[in-house]
């Protein structure tokens, strides 16, 4: 039987950290502010956007919230957007994706200040990350990786296996585990032999949003598996991209949907927001 990787525990931690330093902030007088804007009325959206701000509550980061209807033109939410890189109150800015068909989410995106874009999109980040060299890491793939630590497991060495090619999961998450030395795998849908190619991995991330598509024959004996999969089931139930129920017996560690990968973004976001905001300042 695996052990479930609890990722409220290991968010709480986290945030329960960054509350800490940025009580020590204030005591120098200093802020920090997340401006999030969110255009139209996705309800799944506006589940996350309420997150952030109960997330900046706990912190007690400054959370500054522009809800746009959803004929908003591009030019006028890319005026919020300059508006939100001159305010001095705001060291982070996330736009809540997606955005309403109407609207271009990379030229959004590309007009964030690279060093407020708390979500880690901007190319100029992106590149970054590519180098080893960043500030800010993508909030899924950054808490896939406290995750993975939580566990104990050493990830240098170990055969992994990314199953998904997104630029926000699946393409950063193989960078952050080549940084630690892992040997990484890239799995996608013209990937052959899927199942064989995935049970080689010591440690197994799936990111491919289909519901319970891996199965035990995906996962080798004593593999760290990692579920970043947020589906609805037959019965309309939340799960994975993990089979949960064959996998659990085969794995040594294993996230749950809901409660693994899902409260580390958020947890993560807000680390991204505490390091812009001491980048703004000045603080080491």
């Not at 902030?25 to 996350?48: H, M, T």
């Not at 952030?52 to 957007?81: H, I, R, W």
């Not at 019965?235 to 409660?259: Q, R, Y």
Request: aromatic share 4%; with cysteine.
């Amino acid at each position: 039987m695996s052990q479930i990787i609890d990722g409220k525990a290991v968010s709480a931690q986290v945030k329960e950290e960054i509350r800490l330093e940025t009580e020590k902030l204030k005591q120098q007088g200093i802020e920090i502010g997340l401006a999030v804007v969110i255009v139209g009325n996705d309800p799944a959206s506006q589940v996350y956007v309420r997150n952030k701000e109960k997330a900046c509550e706990t912190v007690g980061f400054n959370s500054y919230k522009y809800a746009l209807p959803e004929e908003t033109t591009e030019q006028e939410l890319l005026e919020l957007v300059d508006k939100l890189n001159k305010e001095d109150k705001v060291d982070g800015i996330l736009v809540q994706l997606p955005l309403p068909k109407h609207l271009d989410d990379k030229i959004i995106i590309n007009n964030i200040r690279p060093d407020k874009d708390v979500d880690a999109f901007h190319p100029v980040n992106v590149g970054k990350i590519m180098i080893g060299d960043y500030s800010f890491l993508p909030c899924t793939p950054a808490g896939v990786m406290e995750l993975i630590k939580s566990t104990g497991t050493e990830i240098a060495g170990k055969e992994c296996v990314v199953i998904g090619r997104s630029n926000i999961v699946g393409k950063p998450q193989a960078m952050l585990l080549l940084h630690q030395s892992g040997t990484v795998t890239i799995c996608h849908s013209k990937t052959k032999d899927l199942a064989k190619v995935a049970s080689r991995a010591d440690i197994l991330v799936a990111a491919v949003g289909r519901a319970k598509m891996i199965t035990a024959d995906y996962v080798k004996q004593g593999a760290v598996v990692i579920d970043v999969g947020m589906n609805r089931d037959e019965n309309g139930k939340l799960c994975g991209d993990v089979d949960f129920e064959s996998v659990k017996d085969k794995a040594s560690f294993i996230t749950p949907v809901p409660g693994g990968v899902g409260p580390m973004t958020i947890a993560m976001l807000m680390k991204n927001t505490l390091t812009a905001g001491k980048e703004h300042h000045g603080v080491k």
